[in-house]
């Protein structure tokens, strides 16, 4: 091998070193920590498996490129996230330069299940360096691991890390420098892996483990004593339950005084731009279509960013995988796999992310029932909509004592789409027939405290996405829709605001023959018409719908008093219930037909979601307004 390597030239640019290892073990907090903004991310060619690659410099001033594999149990691929890993290191992806260095992550406190990747590696013969990762929490449980031992039997570097501790991936960099200049190196082929059983993979982890680790009895450690609660048959649920409802509330009582400082800036903006600008077309596309508009979406901002900081913080302290076990058995009531809950949860921020997580599960019937009902989980883009209706008709009071009308609805609302799912997914699984699931297996790992830095870049990214989907579609839809609702304009003696006459409302009242059984006006359709692109954009529409509605000079404020006095409950009611079912998001609808590869799901998808939909605010509305709601 030496012989071998002193032939071999040193990479020509920057040596590309690969983050490899099991789910969870802090790979990518590994990545953001070396090299912190400076990353890309993108698709691997033709899948729509994440791809994040970034640069670093050393502290000796080398320079490498790193990418963040997707987690892998092993190199015999099951899932599509595994066969891209297998795919990048052994070099057989096309466009995909093989990585010269792997640096393979492994849970410290785990391992027994970790080493068994690092062997398979090892023998694709590429130059590895081994990271024990999450040594502060190995500690803490009293595993003490004797790294020079490990190094000896693994013939590999070593190394100790704190992916989550500043300072704490040094061990790594130094171990990378101490590997320059890097040569150029080819791995083995792939079937010199398979050419060794997982038995005698298992027995040769063993043997590594007895003489490198001391485990200090586990049992009794903190983790399992919280476990045998939060797993508890009765009382888990019931902590989901809570958890969730607080969680709820808090996205209402949170939100108010930074909702308050963003309409009251877009407002101060618009009084200002009508004081300062001659009365014209220009003025009312800035006040009325961008102001009235984006400004209507942008005040939900701070609701979505509290949603999230919970979901990121349950997902940090090593909650979620447990709330998939608790509904491992509620879902396998309705014939799904407890694997489903990860795509069914990452739906809850958008349904796209959710419907392309669906690929780790390997049953195909599941697979699409999970991708089909993955649209009806609450995603971000209805929050908008549920909390402007919700500010302007429910009233802000207590009930029982404790809770939050407002935030009970919004519950409500959550829970709605999931029911719904559940009772689709089991018409669904009737249709296709049965067949049973293997229990959920997961690894449960340790709980610890959130991290500030995950928290952070997690919120930042989500107020990006947000945000660039303010500026670009949704102004662009925005800016469309008041030219269509600005042209042709009032006709002599108009008894109406001039919106009425125009494109959008002659749109829009046409559609009041389809809507108007179920309780929606025609300002309402046109803000349909440009929300059928995406479920946001309908509060967008509806700020510049009402912004152009007003008669008279006064300044169109905020949205939900205008909807207040406009509208009556029954109608508010059947929004929300329109919103909870109706399928109004066209990338949705193009992520399925590009993830089943035909035409017949999506068509299903929008289909039956719009015949629930429009059932649902039949129902809604005729009952509300028979109660004199
Ligand atoms: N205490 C502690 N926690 C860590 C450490 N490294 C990572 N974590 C936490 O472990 C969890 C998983 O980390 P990730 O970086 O997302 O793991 P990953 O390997 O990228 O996971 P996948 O992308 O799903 O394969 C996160 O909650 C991290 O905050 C560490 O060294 N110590
Ligand atoms: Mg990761």
Redesign the pocket.
């Known amino acids: 091998m030496g012989a071998v390597e002193k032939a071999a030239p040193v990479v020509a640019q920057q040596p590309m070193v690969a983050l490899l290892?099991n789910?969870?073990?802090?790979?990518?907090?590994l990545f953001n920590r070396l090299t912190g903004a400076r990353q890309k991310v993108a698709n691997y060619a033709g899948v729509t498996i994440e791809r994040k690659e970034g640069l670093f410099t050393s502290t000796a001033g080398n320079s490498f490129r790193l990418l963040d594999l997707?987690?892998a149990y092993s190199l015999s691929a099951h899932t599509p996230d595994e066969e891209i890993t297998r795919d990048v290191v052994a070099g057989l992806r096309a466009g995909e330069r093989s990585p010269d260095v792997v640096a393979c992550?492994v849970d410290a406190t785990n391992l027994r299940l970790n080493l068994r990747l690092v062997l398979e590696i090892k023998r694709l013969g590429l130059p590895m360096v081994l990271c024990l990762?999450?040594v502060?929490?190995a500690q803490k449980r009293g595993i003490v691991i004797d790294t020079a031992r490990l190094s000896q039997e693994l013939g590999m570097p070593v190394v100790e890390?704190?992916?989550?501790k500043t300072g704490?991936e040094k061990a790594l960099v130094d171990a990378l420098d101490a590997m320059w200049p890097v040569h150029q190196s080819q791995a083995n082929p792939l079937s010199a892996i398979d050419a060794v059983s997982v038995e005698e993979t298992q027995r040769e982890v063993r043997r590594i483990l007895a003489l490198a680790v001391k485990d200090a009895d586990d049992r009794g450690n903190r983790s399992e004593k919280i476990d045998h609660f939060v797993l508890h048959p009765v009382i888990g649920p019931v902590i989901l339950a809570l958890l969730m409802f607080c969680v709820f509330q808090a996205v209402f009582s949170w939100a108010e005084t930074p909702m308050d400082m963003i309409s009251g800036g877009v407002e101060g903006l618009g009084a200002m731009l009508k004081e300062h600008m001659a009365d014209g077309v220009l003025r009312s596309l800035l006040v009325d279509g961008v102001l009235g508009g984006v400004g209507a979406v942008l005040v939900f901002l701070p609701q979505i960013l509290i949603l999230f900081f919970f979901i990121l913080v349950l997902e940090?302290c090593g909650y979620l995988p447990r709330a998939a076990f608790l509904l491992d058995r509620l879902m396998g009531g309705v014939g799904l796999s407890g694997r489903a809950f990860i795509p069914l949860l990452s739906s809850f921020a958008c349904a796209i992310p959710g419907v392309m997580a669906a690929r780790t599960i390997q049953n195909p019937r599941d697979r699409i029932v999970t991708i089909m009902i993955a649209p009806l989980m609450t995603c971000s883009a209805r929050l908008p909509i549920y909390a402007l209706v919700i500010a302007a008709f429910i009233p802000d009071r207590e009930v029982w004592g404790v809770f939050n009308l407002q935030g009970l609805v919004l519950f409500c609302l959550y829970f709605a789409g999931i029911i719904s799912a559940m009772a689709v997914a089991w018409v669904m699984k009737r249709f296709m027939g049965t067949k049973r699931n293997r229990p959920l297996m997961l690894e449960l790992p340790a709980y610890?405290w959130p991290?500030m830095r995950?928290l952070a870049i997690g919120l930042y990214e989500r107020a990006k996405i947000f945000l660039m989907r303010v500026g670009t579609t949704i102004l662009t839809l925005m800016v469309l829709l008041w030219a269509l609702s600005s042209f042709p304009g009032a006709p002599e003696g108009a008894t109406q605001p001039a919106i009425y006459y125009s494109v959008a409302g002659m749109l829009g009242r046409a559609l009041e023959f389809i809507f108007a059984p179920i309780g929606f006006n025609w300002q309402i359709c046109i803000a349909l018409v440009p929300g059928m692109a995406a479920r946001e954009v309908a509060v967008g529409a509806l700020g510049t719908v009402y912004a152009l509605s007003q008669t008279g000079d006064e300044l169109a404020t905020s949205l939900a008093p205008v909807i207040a006095s406009g509208w009556g409950m029954p109608t508010a009611l059947a929004l929300l219930a329109w919103y909870v079912f109706a399928p109004q998001c066209l990338s949705t609808l193009s992520v399925v037909r590009r993830e089943t590869n035909s035409m017949k799901y999506p068509l299903i998808m929008a289909g039956y979601m719009f015949a629930l939909a429009y059932v649902a605010t039949f129902i809604t509305y005729r009952t509300a307004l028979a109660l004199g709601a």
Request: glycine residues 16%; negative net charge.
């Open positions: 290892g789910p969870n073990c802090g790979k990518t907090a997707p987690g992550v990762n999450m502060d929490v890390t704190v992916a989550v704490g940090d610890h991290h995950n």
